[in-house]
T-cell receptor, first 113, second 114 residues
């Protein structure tokens, strides 16, 4: 069974631009969560989607948004990039929406210049 | 505010030494608890989890953790570490019924020396 895949793996953007990251969950998994990992703040929850609906949201500004498609693939978008958005963005998938083991992808390394 | 604390940020051990990494959480309700590991250049992987039942849980690669409800703790242990255990370890918590919102501790960087 293929794992969680994330594209692209690396991305370099400049301040003010926007970016879209993609996540394909494990086949059959319907819940997708996104996390931001930085050296200073550690791993922080961004949002969770299940059946194309956002179920949970972390404490991030509105510049961070996401969506999920009918095939469970998910995208997250960050608009008006800031230097502080440089981070590893991780996607995790779960078979069912509550409290189960989350399987993480390799992440997308975003660098904002 | 809900939080997870890992008190050891950097730990250096020699091979065969015993390991204990502390994790305390601050939550008002029933929680599910996890330890994840991130080996250099690899994905986050689940080491072990506690949902209910026996508070001593065993995970992969010889790791175990004990849930002590009265102390709000979920410490990770391994009797004898190996060089290959060098990695970053994260404790994480989910509120029961709270979806999949994992709250992570700040992580402990473990280095095992030969």
């Amino acid at each position: 069974k293929a794992g969680v895949t994330q594209t692209p793996r690396y991305l370099i953007k400049t301040r003010g631009q926007q970016v879209t990251l993609s996540c394909s969950p494990i086949s059959g998994h319907r819940s997708v969560s996104w996390y931001q990992q930085t050296p200073g703040q550690g791993l922080q929850f961004l949002f969770e989607y299940f059946s194309e609906t956002q179920r949970n949201k972390g404490n991030f500004p509105g510049r961070f948004s996401g969506r999920q498609f009918s095939n469970s693939r998910s995208e997250m978008n960050v608009s008006t990039l800031e230097l502080g958005d440089s981070a590893l963005y991780l996607c995790a998938s779960t078979a069912v929406p509550n409290n189960n083991e989350q399987f993480f992808g390799p992440g997308t390394r975003l660098t904002v210049l | 505010a809900q939080s997870v604390s890992q008190h050891n940020h950097h730990v250096i051990l020699s091979e065969a030494a015993s390991l204990e990494l502390g994790c305390n959480y601050s939550y008002g309700g029933t929680v599910n608890l996890f330890w994840y590991v991130q080996y250099p250049g690899q994905h986050l992987q689940l080491l072990l989890k506690y949902f209910s039942g026996d508070p001593l849980v065993k995970g992969i690669k010889g790791f175990e953790a004990e849930f002590i409800k009265s102390k709000f703790s979920f410490n990770l242990r391994k009797p004898s570490v190996q060089w290959s255990d060098t990695a970053e370890y994260f404790c994480a918590v989910i509120l029961t019924g709270g979806g999949n919102k994992l709250t992570f501790g700040t992580g402990t960087q473990l280095k095992v020396e030969l």
